[in-house]
């Protein structure tokens, strides 16, 4: 869903990863400097402390990368759900932790946040094979530390980009397969130069017509990144950039249409185009400035313009302005194509001090950015008027943000093997939203808002070494609590069906005043106070056990998640595709999560990630009617929510055959809800799915030669992955099915010297 512009829309762990212990070591090269790896530790869980996480290596990485997103690629995470608009995992893809959506997921890539402050969401199609300039991945569950700068409910996501090589190497790839898809990268390093200076780029060009019908994608991707090395520092610059032009695979298509034709998509309009680039600058430095302390500091700025454009069929003029700009009867009835366009920036700064002391380390830091967002929209066409309609602006808003945070977070073993950890974090946040005078936006069709949210989010534990080795291996305990809270998105805080670009439509406020701008005795626009959506607060509570032997390693965790103003999904959407969502009173989500691997032999691998999870309404009263969608009181208390999968599971036996090696992956995902009403026939079947993998080494006179073949859905099972309920024929047939691709095949070859 292209919410950047439709504006309508685990664990508790205080612990930073080897910000505490790894204590660094020094580089192989003349000992010239210390390099501290900082963008690793900056927001991870230590190694030698296994709670709800986990974490996906660069070889691991390597062994998955296909064609598909980043979201995909996680989804043997306990826990984690993935699925793509086009169905084959390119071009618009999601994620979801514990069933929470990604505006509830905290991304960061480096250290740097990269949900939109708008709308909170994750624009993985903006950075095109991105996965190729990543070192490793570290899935956090439930509500983790402040040290990320973003709020996280769900869980968070860690990327660390930082894959220098000590030599010079030069590496090609090229993939292609099933639905027009071929993906070309290459990338080259320079290796170490002088004990100081590396540097790192890679070109990436990946195209795919899509599983769906017109769910096409063509992207090109570029990723820069260099360091300079002292004896006491690392400084660290960062450009990477993309852009992606993509067919509307957003919308749902109807389960009538999807039992004549699997690849059916509603969007007709042939020229159905999202086009945007997000071009990110940042500079990263630490600098140790003794035995005890180390500084960290991160500035970013991030800039995204591009559109989306649609044909609008039997629309009133008035509603897109042309009375106003055209001259055209109000109520004429008119096809039309229209664009909307976002221009945004974001500036910010992510600080970070480490205090060592006996028995462990103290950090205070936090992050401030400044955003600022223009949206407007034009309308290219009016079909049947001669000569008009050439570019018309029928609306313009901006939206700005200001947020800042500070927290202290400590770890602290107090006795051998027994770890106390806190964390400390105040959060302000504020946006301004204010509509442009532009066609029919004026006086009471003109708004603007201003908002204002104070958070502060403590969080604890402890974590427990066993000092004894159960069954010869090591075991740990370890139980967490935290609250946390969300401002909701611009998209929220407007209007149930319509947002801000729809003339006559103010946003959800309780209260009003009208605002004379140019003190001509006449009221410009009116500025509202006092949000009907509230803010979500979260309790987390989490507790579990993890073991290692020297063949068999597994985690084993709860958690109770109590929700006050939870933001849930209604189970529809609006004329724009966008999930209509209001608060509920009550909720609950309580889970169990697994993670396991188990060394068969010294080549052969089982792999285990499995969550069974319940996800209901504790107290929810509806005002509408979820059948007709009229007003009134309804409660669902005690409902199951949407669109929360009540279990995953997946099985993975990855084998090394010497220059062969092979991933055999199962993969099953639970029904989903598609409203609230507890409707057994409102809901997606389960379905379980079987992918191949398959490496061979060729090796080389003056590189290395790896070829791969990738079979996904390898049964060909006909499944759905996400969608909603619409009945608007009022015939019991109103489920709205995202379908994913049946058997499909990848090929490709990596030439590396």
Known sequence: ????????????????????????????????????????????????????????????????????????????????????????????????????????????????????????????????????????????????????????????????????????????????????????????????????????????????????????????????????????????????????????????????????????????????????RQPHYELHHEVRLNDRFTARNAAYWIHGEGFYENLKAGEDAADWSLDTLMGLDPDAEVDLIRRKNVDKNQVGWVPHLEMRHGGGRTIVGGDIYDFHSDHFGNVLRVFGERGAGEDLHYYEYTGDKQSWSAYVNEMWEVLPGLTLLADLQFQHKQYRFKQAEVGNFTEADRHAYKVEYDFFNPKGGVHWELPAQPFGGRAALYAHVGKTHREPTDGELFDTWDGPDDVGVAPLFARSVQVDEDGDGVYDYLEWSDPYVKEEQAIDYEFGASWRGERLSFTVNGYWMEFENEIIPYGTVDDDGAAIRGNAEKTLHRGVELGLAAWLTDDHVLKVAASKSWDEFDTFTSTFDPDTWTGGSFDLSGNPIALFPQHLASVALESDFGAVDTRLRLRSVGKQYLDNTNNEARTIDGYVSLDLAVGVDLGGLAGATRLDLRVNNLLDEMYETTGYWYDQNYDGRGRWLIPAAGRNVLAGINYTF
């Open 1 to 276: 869903m292209f919410n950047r512009i439709l504006v309508t829309t685990g664990l508790v762990v205080l612990l930073t990863a080897a910000a505490a212990d790894a204590a660094i070591a020094p580089a192989d090269t003349a000992g010239v400097h210390r390099d501290t790896e900082v963008l690793v530790t900056a927001s991870r869980y230590d190694e030698s402390v296994h709670l709800s996480h986990a974490n996906l290596t660069r070889e691991e990485l390597a062994a998955r990368i296909g064609t598909a997103d980043i979201p995909l690629l996680l989804e043997d995470t306990p826990g984690l759900h993935a699925w793509s608009d086009a169905g084959n995992g390119v071009g618009y893809t999601y994620l979801n932790i514990r069933g929470f959506d990604q505006k509830r997921v905290g991304v960061m890539i480096d250290g740097i946040p990269l949900n939109d402050p708008e709308d909170h969401q994750v624009y993985w199609v903006d950075l095109p094979d991105f996965a190729a300039s990543v070192e490793d991945i570290q899935v956090q569950r439930g509500i983790t530390n402040s040290l990320g700068a973003t709020t996280a409910i769900g869980g968070t996501v860690n990327l660390v980009t930082d894959m220098f090589t000590p030599e010079p190497e030069l590496r090609l790839s090229g993939m292609g397969g099933s639905y027009g898809t071929w993906k070309q990268t290459a990338s080259y390093q320079t290796g170490l130069i002088d004990d100081r200076y590396q540097s790192a780029l890679r070109l990436s060009r990946l195209k795919s017509d899509g599983y769906r019908d017109r769910s096409g994608t063509d992207m090109w991707g570029v990723f820069w990144s260099g360091r300079y090395l002292t004896e006491n520092s690392t400084t660290r610059l960062k450009i990477y950039t993309g852009h992606e032009e993509s067919q509307h695979g957003w919308n749902a298509a109807n389960e009538v249409d999807l039992e004549t034709n699997r690849l059916h998509n509603p969007e007709s309009y042939e020229n159905a185009i999202d086009d945007f």
